[in-house]
């Protein structure tokens, strides 16, 4: 009885979602409230102290990674013009960077 009641289910989820149940799955944390979502570059308002390096007024890094914690984006991965990647607080991102494309 519970393994029909599964299967009418997931056939039931593969029909209402695009892409199948498995497709549910992997759209979900793709894109956040913010506009902030992987592949979106972001352009810096002033100088931005990221890790070790620093990212000049005007430069653009690519979103490569989102880090969340319970739920929420807490930080983000960003690609820097030399290839190696930064780890970056939210709070950082959105108080020093604006989204060029989503």
Sequence with gaps: ????????????????????AAGAAE???AKVAS?????VQLE???DVKVARAEVARGSR???ARLIERQGQVT?????LAD???????MA????SFRVLSE
């Design 1 to 20: 009885m519970a393994g029909s009641l599964i299967v009418a289910v997931v056939a039931a989820l593969a029909v209402v979602v695009p892409g199948g």
């Design 27 to 29: 759209e979900a944390p």
């Design 35 to 39: 506009g902030i979502a992987v592949g």
């Design 44 to 46: 810096a308002l002033a």
């Design 61 to 63: 890094v690519s979103v």
């Design 75 to 79: 930080a983000v991965d960003v690609e």
């Design 83 to 89: 290839g190696h990647i930064a780890r970056v607080a």
């Design 92 to 95: 950082t991102v959105r108080a």
